[in-house]
């Protein structure tokens, strides 16, 4: 059973909004802090933007600040992140990952993983 879920992808026009979010199951999500990461072809996996379960300002990597935000919702379980502006460069598998501890400035280790969801942005 996948723990992680993402959905939400597609293919949009540069400059368009996409909202992806991700669907948990089976632990106590709030437990867990929350983050996105992506990779594209012939790139690392990257760190995108993370929520904590406690609350506070979540941090976002420096390529998406102004045009991402990304929001959790303990009730339904989810996490999500709504995309704006986009741009070809935002082209990417975007995956969901959740971790008990923050480590690493939340580049560190995670304790689950969604298995991604393909988002294509076209000039």
């Known amino acids: 059973q996948v723990q992680l879920v993402e959905s939400g992808g597609g293919l949009v026009q540069a400059g368009g909004s996409l909202r992806l979010s991700c669907a948990a199951s089976?632990?106590?999500?709030?437990?867990?802090?929350m983050a996105w990461f992506r990779q594209a072809p012939g790139k690392e996996r990257e760190f995108v933007a993370g929520i904590s379960w406690s609350g506070g300002v979540p941090p976002y990597a420096d390529f998406v600040k102004g045009r991402f935000i990304i929001s959790r919702d303990n009730a339904k379980t989810t996490v999500s992140l709504q995309m704006n502006s986009l741009k070809p460069e935002d082209t990417a598998v975007y995956y969901c990952?959740?971790?008990?501890?923050?480590?690493?400035?939340?580049?560190?280790?995670?304790?689950?993983w969604g298995q991604g969801t393909q988002v294509t942005v076209s000039s």
């Open positions: 089976g632990r106590p999500f709030s437990n867990y802090h």
């Open positions: 990952a959740a971790t008990l501890v923050v480590t690493n400035g939340w580049r560190g280790s995670y304790d689950l």
